[in-house]
Nanobody, 125 residues
Framework: VQLVESGGGLVQAGDSLRLSCAAS????????VGWFRQAPGKEREFVAA????????YYADSVKGRFTISRDNAKNTVYLQMNSLKPEDTAVYYC???????????????????WGQGTQVTVSS
């Protein structure tokens, strides 16, 4: 499966953005999809994930209550709605997918076999 992120940009603190992760392939609904981010000089970190079956969602504590992950399987797309953005949210955001990932690995970058190229999000203060 190929993943393409879009929707990044430069915004001010308190603004909102919606990122999209578009996937190729007809079996996208069978993939768990995660969003990760990487700020300059820092390791890539988990942001949110949505499971393939029931669509259960998971969030990092730092974004809980501000970000919402959702999916539209008919459009082969997963979204990350980001509200109340903060300067510390500035990073390159990546989506990742895997059809075999276990729940215990859903926050682990090593659990995902497919990655997009990333989209830059910059939040100014």
């Amino acid at each position: 499966v190929q993943l393409v992120e879009s929707g990044g940009g430069l915004v001010q603190a308190g603004d909102s953005l919606r990122l999209s992760c578009a996937a190729s392939g007809r079996t996208f609904s069978s993939y768990t999809v995660g969003w990760f981010r990487q700020a300059p000089g820092k390791e890539r970190e988990f942001v949110a994930a949505i499971r393939r079956s029931q669509g259960s969602t998971y969030y990092a504590d730092s974004v809980k209550g501000r970000f919402t992950i959702s999916r539209d399987n008919a459009k082969n797309t997963v979204y990350l709605q980001m509200n109340s953005l903060k300067p510390e949210d500035t990073a390159v955001y990546y989506c990742a997918a895997d059809s075999q990932i276990m729940l215990s690995s859903i926050r682990d970058i090593r659990g995902y076999g497919y990655w997009g190229q990333g989209t830059q999000v910059t939040v100014s203060s």
